[in-house]
């Protein structure tokens, strides 16, 4: 096919050599047919905030050109645009070679943010919403060796709320935890000829335990007396062949592997296949294609792979690039940034708020490392109806194109929701799950989870101090099945923490941030880096971690390495604390939780069911015994919690508060009964200082995003106990810095 694209490329008009294509590997090589042409390169371009505006479908004289695949943000565009736009135009001749007559020619798009419109010789191709998954439109009156237009059309607008934006800001800069946008194409575009009959997709089940392989074929044009046939090959050689005829739209064909060798991180071996299909012996449409053998499993608490407890020391990839913004300049920097983090001695990343484009599997699969595939959830306003088809449509669509890539071990299509998120994040779940039955999926990575039988279970923590991370996470190994309504840790799940450290390490005269106090001294880095990582291998309920992050992105500056991937630190001593002996590992968690914790609650918070908990509150500072059983706050102000000002928590805000500090006191009784354990469920934004009849239950620093526990039960009911019988005082002191403030609890007093 190289000749072809070389003739393609060197007529007049056109990019001179094969070379002054950028990306001009296959951006499918799980998806590959021989005949297919690389359109990237420079385009005419043109922009315009007015959406009425189809002037362009008719002028001769574009403004612009622009280097696709690159977003116009990007340096690599050839504009760095980065103010906002609401449609981006683009124009190219294209040519179908004359041996591809008796072909079907489509046309792919790797994606396009936001809503994409395609027009061949002003005939419109049609028209597709969504930023991140291919589009396909067949081009019916191409014809071989004649011109043609091809004209594009993005319409994208951030600031609406209607749109999954992942980290691109919705600002004209960029700010926090969000970086420069992308507009338009940001995938390679690409010709394929196709058979009259071709096959549209293509979906493998290969079980590790039996080493049987399964293959669905979907057609287009089938045809009467059609057959599929399956080669399969491992290291080049035979391993396996069948054939059915063709039964319906999706055909299912099984065979036994002649070869069984598993995929695993430290042998990722991958066979090849190729998916014919045949008319009276004629091949008419062949695929080339390739898998792993390889299952997970959930049993108990137990994430398996290939049947075995693998600790997952994962990093957050958010996959921006200096020069290209969310497209990677090169194939082999998407290799490399991969290699990267093996070095740093992770075995596999969250890819968070970005559906990776299907090379960077690619790459994953060929060099063993373990990934979670997630959406771009972040920007969209879930309260409004009409976010949710374009979100559906785009979950079933990445599912669909990434499944068959042994990398992908589980998929968290949500991070970080707001509570009105959860209906549609369950939907998206059960949907996940039935295009998907062979991973497991989550929800939503941290905060406000809904599904009511998840497969796996997590939660962000970024606490600093390596001891009390250690000791916030102590409690999930024991069987303290909270009240479902606080969305705490589900004991009788798999359970990592998703997303923590983020420590900052800043080069010389940059301005930026990191979680926590940065670090003074590489020392100190060490030291942090390696007691949090220890807290964690340490904790054998625990079957993996996610670290924040891989590089450095814009202002945010807590990676491993720095934007342009050069390392911070001393690779050597970062990859021995990263891979220091897990706890899981070792001694995985039994498959069957002990008896669960029966609860009693002593004071409610606002998720609770019934009368919420009353609680005197005042925002001056009070006298010294201010948290004693017997302190008159008879003239402070009354109210319900939770008490804040918090954007995404507006539902569990029952009474404003907006000042620096707030004090708060509530009374009730406890009637003396057993008590084996007692904790405070509760979600704090700041500094929270609890007390008991005066006495301090807990000091904490920062804040926590989602109701978490913490085990009080040696204060209450140890040997000097403040729990009482009969009447008790809790008493709550909360400081505000920055951002949103909150503050609700629960008390619960537990037997058996």
Request: net charge negative.
């Amino acid at each position: 096919m190289s000749v072809v694209c070389t003739l393609f490329l060197t007529l007049p008009g056109f990019i001179a050599f094969p070379q002054d294509v950028p990306r001009p590997e296959h951006p499918r090589p799980d998806r590959q047919r021989e005949t297919w042409i690389n359109l990237n390169g420079r385009w005419d371009f043109a922009e315009s905030d007015d959406d009425a505006d189809e002037s362009f479908l008719l002028r001769a004289d574009w403004p612009d050109k622009i280097v696709v695949p690159f977003c116009r943000e990007s340096k690599l565009s050839g504009l760095e645009r980065k103010g906002f736009v609401r449609n981006v135009w683009y124009r190219r001749t294209i040519m179908i070679p004359q041996d591809w007559s008796g072909k079907r020619v489509l046309l792919h798009i790797g994606a396009c943010d936001w809503r994409t419109t395609g027009w061949l010789d002003g005939v419109r191709l049609g028209e597709h919403i969504g930023g991140n998954v291919p589009i396909a439109w067949e081009l019916k009156d191409a014809k071989p060796g004649a011109r043609h237009t091809l004209i594009l059309r993005a319409f994208d607008d951030t600031r609406s709320g209607l749109q999954q934006l992942g980290k691109q800001s919705n600002r004209e800069e960029s700010h926090g935890i969000f970086y420069t946008r992308t507009t338009g194409i940001w995938q390679t575009v690409w010709l394929e000829g196709v058979g009259t009959s071709f096959v549209r997709d293509v979906a493998v089940v290969a079980d590790p335990e039996t080493g049987r392989a399964t293959f669905r074929i979907e057609t287009d044009g089938a045809s009467k007396g059609l057959e599929v046939e399956i080669e399969i090959f491992a290291e080049g050689k035979p391993a396996g062949k069948v054939r059915r005829v063709v039964s319906g739209l999706c055909t299912e064909l099984s065979t036994d592997l002649g070869v069984k060798r598993a995929w695993t991180p430290d042998d990722p071996f991958l066979y090849t296949a190729t998916a014919s299909l045949l008319a009276e012996g004629r091949t008419v449409d062949r695929v080339e294609t390739y898998f792993g053998l390889r299952s997970v499993d959930v049993r108990g608490r137990q994430l398996l792979l290939n049947g075995k407890p693998v600790f997952q020391r994962l990093v957050l990839d958010q996959g921006f690039y200096p020069d290209g913004v969310w497209t990677a300049p090169t194939d082999a920097a998407l290799k490399h940034d991969i290699e990267l983090s093996k070095s740093a001695g992770f075995n596999g990343a969250r890819l968070h708020q970005k559906i990776f484009e299907p090379r960077f599997h690619y790459w994953a699969d060929k060099l063993g490392y373990l990934t979670w595939g997630e959406m771009p959830s972040y920007g969209a306003n879930y309260a409004d109806a009409r976010v949710h088809l374009p979100i559906l449509h785009e979950a079933v669509a990445s599912v669909i194109r990434d499944r068959n890539h042994p990398s992908i071990i589980g998929w968290c299509p949500f991070n970080e929701t707001p509570p009105q998120a959860g209906p549609l994040q369950n939907v998206v779940y059960d949907m996940i799950k039935a295009l998907d039955p062979t991973r497991p999926v989550i929800e939503t990575s941290g905060w406000v989870k809904s599904h009511p039988d998840p497969d796996v279970d997590c939660r962000h923590d970024y606490t600093q101090e390596p001891a009390v991370l250690a000791a916030n996470w102590a409690h999930i190994g024991d069987a303290l099945a909270f009240p479902p309504q606080y969305g705490v840790t589900r004991i009788d799940r798999p359970f990592f923490l998703s997303e923590f450290g983020g420590i900052g390490w800043l080069p010389p005269g940059k301005e930026g941030w990191g979680y926590g106090t940065n670090p003074k001294t590489l020392d100190e880095f060490y030291e942090r880096y390696g007691g949090q990582m220890k807290a964690l291998c340490d904790n054998r309920f625990m079957f993996g971690f996610c670290y924040t992050q891989l590089t450095d992105i814009e202002q945010e500056c807590n990676g491993v390495f720095y934007y342009d991937r050069t390392p911070k630190f001393d690779l050597a001593r970062v990859r021995s604390l990263t891979t220091q002996p897990a706890a899981y590992e070792r001694n995985p968690p039994g498959v069957e939780p002990a008896a669960p914790m029966r609860w009693t609650t002593l004071v409610k918070a606002a998720v609770d069911p019934g009368t919420p908990t009353m609680w005197r509150y005042s925002t001056t500072a009070p006298p010294e015994h201010w948290s004693e059983a017997d302190f008159d706050d008879s003239a402070w102000s009354t109210g319900p919690g939770g008490f804040g000002h918090k954007a995404g928590w507006e539902s569990r805000i029952r009474t404003p508060w907006t000042t620096p500090d707030l004090w708060l006191r509530t009374e009730f009784e406890y009637d003396g009964a057993t008590c084996e354990a007692a904790f405070l469920v509760m979600h704090y934004d700041n500094a929270t200082e609890v007390y008991l009849n005066g006495v301090p239950l807990v000091e904490l620093k920062g804040w926590n995003d989602a109701y978490a526990p913490f085990d009080v039960s040696a204060k209450l009911i140890g040997a000097s106990p403040a729990l009482r019988k009969g009447v008790n005082a809790l008493a709550v002191h909360v400081h505000q810095d920055t951002g949103g403030q909150f503050i609700d609890l629960a008390l619960l007093a537990g037997s058996r």
